[in-house]
Each structure stands twice: as structure tokens, then as C-alpha cells.
């Protein structure tokens, strides 16, 4: 158990003469989501392809991805010669739709399973959907291949960010689906799914590909059918179909009272042919008191562990949506921050939310609070846990949102829940949520699914599963087949839930708001038989709608595990197809499929209107909720002025880019700090000589020792204990006319002279006519007979590299006449790299003259002396650190002390 086995198996055994006992084979399954935990302990181990199948490549490679991903992304390859293809966001939704391949009998022609869920990235996505149309494309099929690109309504995943990537792929292979004449099948909903459909089509219209869309209008499997030639295109208009308009979702029948007063049904002359349901009489909830999970009101609040202000945000709008009094989240806990105050939005209000360190502090300030909605990773969530089960005087339901929990810890919480009465949803899970009372964070998805799906005012029907991505499929399933959802919860995928779909069936059938329960269950375990035992014992009374999902497992011939850790069948009785049979011979109502789940929930609801046990409500207005300014932006639905412009680099990209060059390309190249100082400096890539040429600048202009007074005024903030940053400051303050600030009037002066043509001694006698020192002209100490090396290094690579010396030479001339009249009149550094650097951007051919100019009165050269300048300056700070130098007191002797008599 310390070491995580979750199945351990010795067969056989034997007994030699001497009584030994000698096991002669061993099996053993370890928990690969307990290996933060134990994987020094296990050493290094290799797990084994799965019985039956070898492992491929390109398995081992998206399994590598998924490792460096937050996201999943799962592939296996059942049949690479197989005619049909998947690429399923979700791990519910992925098996639903093998299920419907299957059930409709082409399960032997199912290429892969597989999904990508959790948000994964545009570069993610790209090279997920890359890897399976080069799977796709290996084989030839003389009746063409069918790609479908499927998903349910997601919570958070932005559909056109991983669209993105999508179409980028399909582009990519463009030639080889005209080639293999393989049709695309494409239904994808969820937040921006507008966007990524109209991508989708965009590709379309490009690519000439055989391209089929479809969004939430349209049941999450029917492109099966579709792309199978079972069902009429005709029967199933297009996301951008103007036919949408006058093809409506199935309406909400509203009972209607006749002369008597009694609720009848206006229904069709089929509609009354359908069997109708046993008639169900108002119950009391005489249970309701037994029940561990809290049942939520509009009164309910909470506390989220963990800085998830999308999350928080997204509850607070559905609470404003459903016009609750007040936030059903009271506060945030984050354990690695002081105590603080968060800012969302309360409608179009902003208001300030308490973020505690301690879950004391907390549940002590707030105890109305009785929920906790628990966002830890799968590496905390066991201790977060436990230590919010020590507050059960007051928290009655913990919602755990982590996949990946160690089975060990996830039983262990589970059994202390049980012990102090505390109800557990998930872990692995989007949550749940209750139309107008509560939603757990992202469940029901982005606000216009909630509006479409009518989840701001309750229905009749209450729903459990496992899958948190078909939750939002069953929310929409139900509002176009009955007046729409009273609550519904997503239990979580893993084999152990702290929650089971009976616990909650119980719960919804003493409640005498709802009328009709509905189940999405899935292959693995046996939860589901005790729902049966309930059916047949009379425990639960109401109509039962049921399905599980995972169908398809009789028709592939190998292991495979399915989207959720729980999800695999051990023995006959586990898989799905012996559960509906068994909950269909309980009593329950279990369609032929998934597909026409949303129609048997439709039989049941119309048969009890019908019978007048239920009356629907009058449909409200739709609310309106203020849109966030971003996603708005991001919808094209609004726009305004940027506050800051900038054109040499951008951060929100899969990878950092400057002038349009992703960082990864600038190490590549090998473009080194004079190649990043031209693309961010010059927004353009500059010749390799230009590029050395920068960094010698930055070498020569590094230090010019301790005395200059930039290194001086830097050594004494230093040795007044001043921090790095601000005796930097210091000694950067003092650069200007007489200190570095040459380079720009240097610059100038030469170039203005040169330009003009004239002659380097009538330009010496101008100067001296207008009283004006010629910058970038003399040194202290050197002349021409002892040059300073600097000048030389940089005159002799600019006479070697560039193409145009004109100011140089201009300068070089100037210099002969002013050493006639003092040695040390020189062309110096500054001066020298001056009229150097006009030369490289005149003739460098990257820029015109007036582009070059421009950059010169823009301050680029003094930015050069800036930057070489500041490694000295660090140099010098750090070298007082090191040496432990004192406070710098100038000498006294080193000052000429004036009077007022001295002056005159």
C-alpha cells in the first residue's frame, strides 16, 4: 500500500518437497498518478503497451506531450488501416462518439481512440491533430476516409484558440486529404466556439477540403451518422445555415389549460401515440435529512481554495444571472500569500473579495459558509482535504476539481468524509450546479451556454454523471428535450468518486421539485447495479432516464482505457452494454443510444405532461449579464483605443517573439545580443558585420575605470549600502552633454558637415567663428602619435566591413587639421563610433538616409553608451560589495573651503 499497487496477483503457487512455497508468476498494476510520491521508490519502470496491441511511435510521442502539458492528450491506435478517424475534445465525449461509430456497426473500421481536453495549446493541439492525419494519410482506402472532429460543449477550453492549431495542421496535410479524398466532419461547441467554427469555415472556403460544421444546435453525435451516409445532410443544416432561423430546437412544451382548468398538452398526432409513463403523485422529502451532499440553495455559500479568479468570476456571474441576494462565494483561501483583497465584478459593480491564508481564518469570518470548492493540484488536494474535514461542525460539502488523485489518499479522504458526515463531489470533476441557486465553478461553461442551455431558472429534470465535459451536453440534451435542468452533477471519472450516482439519485428523487431523473453512467465499476437494486425495491419511484456510455469496448479487440481513470470494464458485468441491460430489465428507460438519449428524456417529459403530474412552468425573459470588455473584444463585438502601442515584441503567443521572430528562431540563428539589440532597437534583422559591429560598441564603451564620473558616482551609492538598481541609476544620471552624451552631437555635426560638402578645415574655422567645440573631437592624454586603441579597433573594422565610409573619412579629415594645432585634438571614442554608426546605417542597406537620421535624433547612440556603459557600472558596484568598502567621506584636503571674502 505505501507503495501505491493497486492490483497485485500471484498465480500460481506451489509447494516443493521441502514445504517451500514458490510463486511461479506475479501480475501487478501500480497507480501511475501516486508517482510524486513514489517514484524514487519504484526506480525507473517502463510501462508495457497495453495486451494484445504493440505500442507505436506515435503513441509514445503524444504520451511525451501529454507529460509536458497541463492538458490531456491521449492517443490509441486501433486499426491504422481503418476508414474512420477522431479527434474528440473530452474524455466523456471521446468515448461517446466510438460508441455511436460502433453502435451504428462500423466499430471495425475505428482507426484511433483518443482525446485532447483540458485547454491544451494552440502549438499542443497542432501537433496532436498533426500526428493523427500523418496517421491518417499512411494508408490508401478506394472508398476515401473520414475524419470527424468532435466534442461536447466545453467548460473553459477556448475552441477557437485549439482550432487554431487544428486548421494549421489541416493546412499542413491540405494536399494529402485531396489525395485520400477524406471528408471532415466537424461539431465543436463551448466558449468562442463562434469564432472557431467561423475559422473552421474560413479553412473551407481556402482549402477547397470537403469540410462539414456543425455547432450546439445540432446533438454532439449526429456528424456520425452523417459522415457514415446513414442520416441526410439536408436533415442537419450547418452551424452558418440560414435555415437555423426557421429550424428551431425542439420546444418546451408548455401544458395549457382547457375549460375545465386541467393542464393538457397540445401535442402531434405521433406524440400521442408514444407509451406514456406511470403516473408519479408529489412526493414529500421525508429522506431528505439522510442525505450527505448538501442540497444547494440560493442561499448557499462557499469558500474557493486557490487563486482561481476565472472560476470565482464565472460564479458570480451566474449568481447575479439568477438574482441571488448575495455572492454564493464568500471567500478565497491561498495558503502562500498574506491576507488580501481580490477585485471581480457584481454585475456591472466591482466589489472586493477576502483572500485568507489560513482555512481558520476563513470559515471564522464567514460561517454561513458550508461549502468548499477545492481547486489544489492532485499534489496538495489530499492535505487541503483533510485539514477542511477538521471544520465539519460547518462545511457539509467539499468539491474536488483535481484529476490525478492516488487512489490510496482519494479513499482515505473519502473514509474520513463518511466518518464526520461530510459529502465529497469528485475528485475529477467540473463540479455541479443547481439553475438559479449555485453553480460550482466552471461547470455549465461560458455564460451564453448557460443562457442557451436555461440554466438561470430551474426545470424538472435532475441529472448525475461521471463525465464534467457531458454535463454541459446533458444540460443542452435536456433543454431542447423538456423544460430544462433542476440540478445536475458531474461525480468525476476516477475509479473511486466521493460521491455515487445513487447518492445522488436518492437526493433527487425525494425532491418534490424534480420529476425526472436522468443517469449518464460509463463502463467500469458497478455503481449502477445498486441504482437497479433501488429501482426494483421501490427506493427510487421517479422515471428513470439512463445510459452508459463506453459500448464500443465489445468492439475493439484490445485493453484500451477509456477517457476517465475509471473507465475500464474488469469483468462482463462491468462493461456498458450489460448495464443498460441491466438498468432497462430494472425498470429504468435506457435508449438504443446515445443519440437518442435527448429523445427518450423527450418520451418521458411529454408522457408526464401528459398525465398533469407535471405542469412546466411560464418561461422567464432570458437575464442579461454584462459581457467582460476582453471577450467582448475578443468576439468583435466592441473596440476601443489602445492605451500603450508597441511594435518590437509580443508576450501572448505561444512563444515570445521580437520584430515577429519567435525567441526560439533568434537562438537558431545564433543572432547573438547584436542581433536581439537590431530586431528590438531596428525592428529588422541587420546584416551579421552590422551585428558585430553593435557588440564591439558595447565592448569598448563597457568601463573607462573608476575615475570618470559615472564609475564614481556609482561606487559612492554603493558604499552608502545603496541597493544594485539604484547606484546604477546613479552613475546612468550623470550621462549627458559632457559625459557620453557626445555620441548624438558628434553624430550630428559630422554628418550635417558631410552631407553639405564641406571642406574639413573651412568647417574647423566655422566652429571656431561660432565659439563651438567640435564634440567627439580630443583626449586628455592621447594623440596620434600614442592613438587610443578603442578609436583604432573600431576605424579599422569600419574601413574593412562597411560599405560607405563617408563620414568617417569626413571625420579622419577633420582630425588632420585639428592635430596641427594640438596633438590630443584626436577623433575620440565617441566621436569615432559616432560617425561609424552613420556610416553602418547609411550603407548597411536596411535603412534610407532619413530612416538613419531619424534613428540618430531618436538617441539610438546614446542608448549604445547607456547600455556598454551599465556593465561597467554593475562591474564597479559589485566590485565595492566584494571588497566590503565603507562609506565613501571625501577628503577634506581634496576640498578648496571659500569664504565670502574669497569671492570677491
Not at 99 to 118: F, K, P, R, V, W
Not at 297 to 308: E, I, K, N, P, W
Not at 696 to 722: C, E, F, Q, W, Y
Not at 843 to 863: P, V, Y
Request: glycine fraction near 8%; charge should be neutral.
Amino acid at each position: 500500500r505505501k507503495l501505491n499497487f493497486v492490483y497485485m496477483e500471484i498465480n500460481p503457487i506451489v509447494f516443493s518437497a521441502d514445504g517451500t512455497i514458490v510463486p511461479l508468476d506475479l501480475a501487478a498494476k501500480i497507480d501511475e498518478t501516486a508517482s510524486f510520491l513514489n517514484a524514487t521508490d519504484w526506480g525507473h519502470l517502463d510501462f508495457p503497451a497495453p495486451f494484445g496491441r504493440k505500442d507505436w511511435p506515435e503513441e509514445a510521442y503524444i504520451r511525451e506531450l501529454d507529460s509536458k502539458t497541463g492538458a490531456s492528450l491521449k492517443l490509441t491506435i486501433l486499426n491504422p488501416a481503418g476508414r474512420v478517424w477522431t479527434m474528440v475534445a473530452g474524455g466523456g465525449a471521446s468515448v461517446v462518439y466510438a460508441d455511436t461509430i460502433a453502435d451504428l456497426g462500423h466499430g471495425h473500421e475505428l482507426a484511433n481512440y483518443g482525446e485532447y481536453s483540458g485547454a491544451p495549446s494552440t502549438e499542443h493541439t497542432y501537433e496532436y491533430a498533426k500526428t493523427i492525419i500523418g496517421l491518417m494519410t499512411r494508408e490508401k482506402d478506394p472508398r476515401g476516409k473520414i475524419f470527424i472532429i468532435g466534442g461536447g460543449i466545453a467548460n473553459f477550453t477556448d475552441v477557437a484558440a485549439t482550432f487554431t492549431g487544428l486548421i494549421k495542421a489541416i493546412r499542413t496535410f491540405q494536399d494529402e486529404f485531396k489525395r485520400h479524398h477524406i471528408s471532415i466532419w466537424v461539431r465543436r461547441a463551448g466558449p468562442n466556439y463562434q469564432e472557431g467554427l467561423q475559422l473552421m469555415r474560413d479553412c473551407y472556403n481556402s482549402t477547397g477540403l470537403d469540410i462539414h460544421i456543425y455547432g450546439p444546435e445540432t446533438h454532439a453525435t449526429a456528424v456520425v451518422p452523417l459522415a457514415l451516409g446513414l442520416a441526410k445532410p439536408e436533415d442537419f443544416p450547418e452551424f452558418d445555415d440560414p435555415a437555423h432561423s426557421a429550424v428551431q430546437p425542439r420546444p418546451t412544451k408548455r401544458a395549457k389549460k382547457d375549460d375545465d382548468g386541467d393542464a393538457k398538452m397540445a401535442a402531434s398526432d405521433e406524440e400521442d401515440k408514444k407509451p406514456a409513463a406511470a403516473f408519479v403523485p408529489k412526493m414529500e422529502a421525508e429522506h431528505e435529512a439522510d442525505h450527505k451532499v448538501e442540497n444547494f440553495t440560493a442561499m448557499t455559500r462557499c469558500v474557493v481554495y486557490g487563486l482561481q479568479h476565472r472560476a470565482v468570476q464565472g460564479m458570480l456571474d451566474f449568481d447575479f444571472m439568477c438574482k441571488r441576494e448575495k455572492p454564493s462565494v464568500a471567500a478565497m483561501i491561498f495558503p502562500f500569500a498574506a491576507n488580501h483583497l481580490v477585485k471581480f465584478y457584481w454585475g456591472t459593480n466591482e466589489i472586493m473579495m477576502p483572500v485568507y491564508k489560513s482555512m481558520k481564518d476563513a470559515f471564522s469570518k464567514h460561517p454561513e459558509v458550508s461549502v468548499c470548492v477545492n481547486f489544489a493540484s492532485f499534489r496538495s488536494v489530499y492535505s487541503s482535504v483533510m485539514e477542511m474535514l477538521e471544520y465539519s461542525n460547518q462545511i457539509k460539502t467539499i468539491a474536488i476539481i483535481a484529476e490525478g488523485v492516488p487512489e490510496s489518499q482519494t479513499r482515505s479522504f473519502i473514509k474520513a468524509a463518511q466518518k464526520k458526515n461530510v459529502g465529497i463531489i469528485g475528485p475529477a470533476t467540473v463540479g455541479g450546479i443547481k439553475p438559479g441557486c449555485f453553480r460550482i465553478g466552471n461547470t455549465g461553461g461560458m455564460l451564453d451556454n448557460i443562457v442557451m442551455s436555461k440554466l438561470y431558472r430551474p426545470g424538472s429534470v435532475a441529472y448525475v454523471s461521471r463525465s464534467g465535459g457531458l454535463s454541459n451536453e446533458i444540460n443542452n440534451i435536456v433543454s431542447r428535450a423538456s423544460d430544462g435542468v433542476y440540478e445536475g452533477v458531474a461525480i468525476g471519472g476516477d475509479r473511486y468518486p466521493g460521491s455515487r450516482f445513487l447518492d445522488h439519485l436518492k437526493r433527487y428523487n425525494d425532491n418534490p421539485a424534480v420529476h425526472i431523473l436522468v443517469m449518464l453512467g460509463e463502463v467500469g465499476g458497478t455503481d449502477e447495479y445498486d441504482i437497479c437494486e433501488a429501482l426494483k425495491s421501490g427506493r427510487i419511484t421517479k422515471p428513470l432516464v439512463a445510459w452508459c456510455i463506453g459500448t464500443c469496448a465489445s468492439a475493439i479487440q484490445t485493453e484500451v482505457q477509456f477517457g476517465h481513470a475509471g473507465a475500464l470494464a474488469r469483468t462482463n458485468l462491468e462493461t456498458a452494454s450489460a448495464k443498460n441491460k441491466a438498468l432497462m430489465e430494472a425498470g429504468a428507460h435506457v435508449p438504443e443510444n446515445f443519440f437518442k438519449f435527448g429523445d427518450k428524456i423527450n418520451e418521458v417529459y411529454t408522457s408526464l405532461v401528459k398525465a398533469g403530474s407535471l405542469v412546466p412552468a411560464p418561461e422567464p425573459e432570458p437575464p442579461k449579464i454584462p459581457m467582460d470588455f476582453s471577450w467582448a473584444k475578443r468576439l468583435g463585438l466592441v473596440r476601443k483605443p489602445a492605451h500603450f502601442v508597441s511594435s518590437i515584441s509580443d508576450d501572448r503567443g505561444e512563444e515570445l517573439t521580437y520584430s515577429g521572430m519567435p525567441i526560439s528562431e533568434v537562438f537558431d540563428k545564433g543572432l547573438g545580443l547584436g542581433g536581439v539589440l537590431s530586431l528590438l532597437w531596428f525592428r529588422r534583422q541587420l546584416p551579421e558585420y552590422v551585428c558585430k559591429f553593435i557588440e564591439m560598441v558595447l565592448m569598448v564603451t563597457a568601463d573607462h575605470g573608476p575615475a570618470v564620473s559615472g564609475a564614481h558616482n556609482t561606487i559612492v551609492a554603493a558604499r552608502a549600502g545603496k541597493d544594485l538598481v539604484s547606484s546604477l541609476a546613479s552613475g546612468l544620471l550623470t550621462i549627458g552633454p559632457r559625459f557620453g552624451g557626445a555620441l548624438d552631437e558628434a553624430a550630428a555635426m559630422f554628418t550635417e558637415a558631410s552631407d553639405a560638402g564641406v571642406d574639413a578645415e573651412v568647417f574647423v574655422k566655422d566652429m571656431r567663428k561660432k565659439n563651438k567645440l567640435i564634440m567627439g573631437i580630443g583626449h586628455r592624454i592621447k594623440s596620434l602619435a600614442n592613438p587610443d586603441m578603442r578609436v583604432e579597433i573600431i576605424k579599422k573594422y569600419a574601413l574593412e566591413h562597411f560599405r560607405d565610409n563617408t563620414v568617417l573619412n569626413f571625420a579622419l579629415a577633420v582630425e588632420q587639421v585639428t592635430t596641427k594645432k594640438k596633438s590630443n585634438l584626436i577623433l575620440n571614442v565617441d566621436g569615432c563610433i559616432a560617425v561609424c554608426f552613420v556610416d553602418m546605417l547609411r550603407g548597411c542597406g536596411a535603412f534610407s538616409h532619413e530612416e538613419a537620421d531619424d534613428m540618430i535624433r531618436n538617441g539610438c547612440l546614446n542608448g549604445l553608451f547607456v547600455l556598454g556603459r551599465s556593465i561597467g557600472f554593475i562591474g564597479h558596484f559589485l566590485d565595492q560589495k566584494r571588497l566590503k568598502q565603507g562609506l565613501y567621506r571625501h577628503p577634506w584636503d581634496d576640498i578648496s573651503y571659500l569664504n565670502g571674502n574669497d569671492m570677491e
